[in-house]
């Protein structure tokens, strides 16, 4: 025996012992303890089983009923009538009635549709309110007719919008602007074309829309089918839109189609396939010959747990009954979402029956059905208002080799994500997730850069782009032809600026310059009649070419404005002296030079210098004519304190500073003279019927006449920047009309001898010209916004105006000389004046300290001489009373004559010397 055959015999009986265990056959796992079961009910299936959905579907319900019988502890059996579908509308309705009529089923599971549930229901009584239970895998879309049908129960979660949403999600997230929506026509939604309605308002909201849409009939109705996808595949190569998305189709449909899109090479570099749940949830039964045909496809199918242990006995039990019923498919044979939902569905019918104990009544069977809430094998099995109520999240997939990878979650609630466990921590709107993260992604023909989605008239040649080759500034647009080389260079600011946005593009797009030597108005309208791709360069944003193209957003600001000769302003200069310094300053320094002096004053008087002596108004003049005579060091005291002289030198410095800036700014009032514009304004050329100029190639000459009046006998044409000066200097025009951008150029060039001057007429700016409905302006106006946004675009312009070998025109310089304001010597003016403060505070208190040490002084005499005399009276007082038995009585009088006068005179010189101290105070 061979050494591989006995391990081999062994992992066979290993695998077969599992599946026993998992599978609960005939007699083996049986919880019913008799081998009789009563019938609870007959469930009737309607299945397209020529289609894979079908068949998987056909099996799940059988396994269901299985299931049902084996694990019943009521030994409940249903019996399940399955009815053969072909596809149309009329054989679906036939053989559901049939069941009803002859097989008396109490309820229908099957592919029937919202239309084709309300015809049965409206056959007789008998079908009035028999439960209709769609398991069909069509997108559907809530209405009110299909809740006004109370049997008609929808166990599919594939509604219509969510899906939708979930296509325009990942349109969104690429920001691709136009697709084309592909579906096969079935029996229900699309047959009005609603799916499109849904599509394009999803759309919408990520700034995008249906390009076109074709629509295909039933695959099983078409004789040919191949050779008629190829054909409405070629017209659809033709067109400039490569986003292709597959909203509705059967799995046969979608094999055929991507194989002769295989073959036609639309699943090369540049195409966008996209698919939705009715395909991408069928890619694992799909065969390996098949999945080649769709390489960088992507689509999203609905997420459900398949790691739990009930899923993987099913799927192990349903692999085997599937291989068994269809051995031609037995390598592709795991269950998709729809063979979950049947399986889960064909069990809500049964518990319903058995909870109604064989006494069955159609509308207490749906009030039944409608109550069930339980874990299926799909997810949460709960319904609302006639629908399966589960969270809907899809799985983003991208098919790679011979399988295919998940690469994000989506939700309408949280948008993109890699990981689950996100939904539970995050939530966003519906399309406030586009710029959520997404794996790598393997796009149609190996290409690993998103395609822009679009190429120009279905090929991926090169787009021509015009660029003016006659414009009278070849700053912004130079072409040069070699002739020795036979080679044409183009450069300048509006070539580098475009070549900054392209490299801003999530995409490659190549182009070639073809240079133009029309009017750029004529150049427009190439861009119109398809003759160009686009055109480049220093075009206006004018309402009139927004008839015939569209334009991107400007990448720099405009305006007309108007460029005169200058001429020496006429000024009196009498007053010139005064006008070298701003009022600011003049007022500034006589405040600085009076606080100053008044505090050189105070702190001399403070130092009790005798030259600053005298009565109060004398000390007042004194102080006055101090301030002006320091000013030149003239005045006649003598500097005695230190901190006097330290004022004095701040001062100085001040004096000297603003001196040498006062002789300069006089000097150049004086040498320099003031410029003025030789034309004021627009009117005034108006008035005098003035010759004007500007770029005979340009709209100027245009908006000249229309906009402004200016009669066309008086606008000259002038082809090139060279030329103004000369058509100035010899009078032919007195003035010209630039837009800004080259108004400064102009200048930058011409240093000297012209200015700009009146009003700046607004204007749409240049921006890059392309067809009506081009996506690729909308992706180059996002892209200008980003160049612009980060400064490329002004240093860019900064390069293209460094050219000037003058850092200033004469006129700004003239301009620029005028009065002068306190602001250069703002800084000694702070250090003088603070030292200035700090001593006329130090010189107060000192004068304050020697007030307050004559006060005391006087307060001691005072209180002296009041004890002296308060001793004296008491002296007489006595000598009154005792002394006249001592002496004769003719001397009495005399005394007290005396004593009264003395009295009286020290009450005088107290008075005096009351008000002598009141005084100094």
Not at 524 to 529: F, K, L
Request: include cysteine; aromatic fraction near 10%; proline fraction near 4%.
């Amino acid at each position: 025996m061979s050494p591989f055959v006995l391990p081999f015999f062994l992992l066979r009986c290993i695998s077969l012992l599992q599946e026993s265990k998992a599978l609960p056959d005939d007699g083996t796992t049986q919880i019913c303890p008799t081998k009789e079961h009563h019938i609870v009910g007959r469930i009737g299936a309607v299945i397209h089983q020529s289609s894979r959905i079908g068949r998987e579907q056909k099996i799940a319900i059988e396994l269901a009923i299985h299931d049902f019988e084996q694990h019943n502890l009521n030994c409940s059996k249903p019996v399940l009538h399955l009815k053969d579908l072909d596809l149309n509308s009329a054989g679906a309705v036939s053989a559901a009635y049939e069941l009803v009529k002859q097989k008396h089923v109490h309820a229908i599971l099957g592919t029937l549709t919202l239309q084709e549930a309300a015809q049965v229901l409206e056959f007789d009584d008998l079908t009035k309110h028999i439960p209709i239970i769609s398991i069909s895998s069509t997108a559907s879309s809530p209405t009110p007719s299909s809740t006004k049908l109370l049997s008609f129960i929808q166990m599919m979660t594939n509604h219509i919008n969510t899906q939708m949403q979930c296509i325009a999600a990942i349109v969104g997230h690429f920001r691709w602007r136009k697709v084309i929506a592909i579906y096969e026509h079935s029996t229900s939604f699309a047959a009005d074309s609603g799916i499109i309605t849904h599509l394009s308002d999803s759309l919408q909201s990520v700034d995008s829309f249906v390009e076109h849409h074709l629509a295909f009939p039933l695959v099983s109705s078409l004789s040919n089918p191949g050779a008629f996808i190829i054909q409405e595949l070629n017209k659809l190569k033709n067109k400039s839109v490569k986003i292709f998305t597959v909203i509705q189709s059967s799995l046969d449909f979608a094999m055929i189609l991507f194989q002769k899109a295989k073959e036609l090479g639309m699943m090369e570099k540049g195409y966008v396939w996209i698919v939705s749940d009715e395909i991408a949830g069928l890619l694992d039964s799909i065969p390996a010959s098949d999945i080649l045909n769709m390489q960088g496809v992507i689509g999203f199918k609905n997420n459900y747990v398949d790691t739990s242990e009930s899923f993987r006995e099913f799927k192990i039990r349903f692999r085997r009954k599937y291989r068994s019923n269809f051995p031609e498919e037995e390598e592709y044979s795991s269950p998709s979402i729809y063979a979950l939902r049947a399986y889960d569905a064909t069990w809500i019918v049964a518990k319903a029956m058995e909870n109604l104990q064989g006494k069955i009544d159609s509308k207490e069977l749906v009030q039944q059905i409608l109550y069930s809430n339980f874990e299926g094998l799909s997810g949460r099995m709960s319904l609302h208002n006639g629908f399966l109520i589960q969270k809907q999240i899809f799985w983003i997939v991208n098919v790679i080799g011979k399988s295919y990878r998940e690469i994000a979650l989506w939700s309408p609630e949280h948008g993109f994500t890699e990981d689950l466990t996100a939904y539970e921590e995050t939530k966003t709107g519906i399309f406030e997730g586009l710029e959520g993260k997404l794996s790598s992604i393997y796009w149609p023909g190996g290409e690993q850069t998103v395609p822009k989605g679009w190429t120009l008239a279905g090929t991926e040649k090169p787009l021509r782009i015009g660029v003016p080759a006659r414009g009278a500034f070849n700053q912004f647009v130079n072409v040069v032809f070699d002739q020795e080389r036979n080679t044409t260079s183009i450069s300048g600011f509006s070539i580098d600026v475009f070549e900054a946005t392209v490299k801003q593009l999530p995409y490659h797009l190549p182009y070639v310059y073809v240079p133009y030597y029309g009017s750029y108005d004529e150049m427009v309208a190439e861009v119109h009649t398809k003759r160009l791709d686009a055109a480049v360069g220093d075009t206006e944003i004018m309402a009139d070419r927004y008839v015939y193209a569209e334009f991107s957003q400007p990448y720099i600001e405009s305006g007309l404005v108007m460029v005169v000769t200058v001429k020496p302003g006429v000024k009196d200069k009498g007053f010139v002296i005064v006008d070298a310094f701003k009022k600011e300053m003049w007022i500034q320094m006589a405040a600085m030079s009076m606080s100053s002096a008044v505090a050189i004053w105070l702190t001399e008087y403070a130092h009790n210098n005798p030259e600053i002596r005298g009565s109060f108004w004398q000390l007042i003049s004194s102080m006055l004519w101090f301030c002006i005579t320091v000013l030149s060091l003239a005045h006649r005291e003598t500097i005695r304190s230190n901190l006097s002289r330290l004022v004095l030198v701040a001062w100085l410095c001040v004096v000297a500073a603003v001196a040498a800036c006062f002789t300069a700014v006089l000097s150049s009032m004086l040498t320099v003279p003031k410029l003025q514009p030789s034309i004021l304004d627009v009117d005034h050329l108006l008035r005098i019927n003035a010759p004007v100029g500007c770029n005979g190639n340009s709209f100027i000459v245009r908006y000249l006449i229309k906009v402004l009046h200016f009669k066309p006998e008086n606008v000259r044409k002038i082809n090139s920047i060279n030329d103004y000066p000369t058509a100035f200097d010899k009078g032919e025009i007195l003035a010209a009309f630039f837009v800004a951008p080259h108004a400064k150029v102009f200048l930058a060039k011409y240093c000297k001898g012209y200015t700009m001057t009146g009003p700046s007429f607004k204007l749409g700016g240049f921006g890059f010209v392309f067809p009506k409905g081009s996506p690729l302006a909308i992706d180059i106006s996002e892209a200008i916004l980003k160049v612009t946004q980060n400064g490329e675009v002004n240093q860019l312009e900064k390069h293209m105006l460094s050219f000037s070998n003058c850092s200033t025109s004469l006129t700004h310089v003239a301009d620029n000389i005028g009065s002068l304001g306190p602001e250069p010597v703002s800084g000694l003016f702070k250090i003088s004046g603070s030292i200035s403060t700090i001593a006329i505070l130090i010189a107060v208190a000192r004068l304050l300290q020697k007030q307050w040490s004559i006060h005391d002084l006087v307060q001691k005499s005072l209180i002296m001489n009041r004890v002296l005399r308060s001793a004296a009276l008491v002296l007489t007082e006595c000598y009154t009373r005792f002394g006249l038995r001592f002496f004769r009585e003719t001397i009495i009088p005399r005394r007290n004559h005396q004593t009264n006068a003395a009295h009286d005179c020290m009450e005088r010189k107290e008075i005096g010397l009351e008000l002598a101290i009141n005084s100094n105070i």
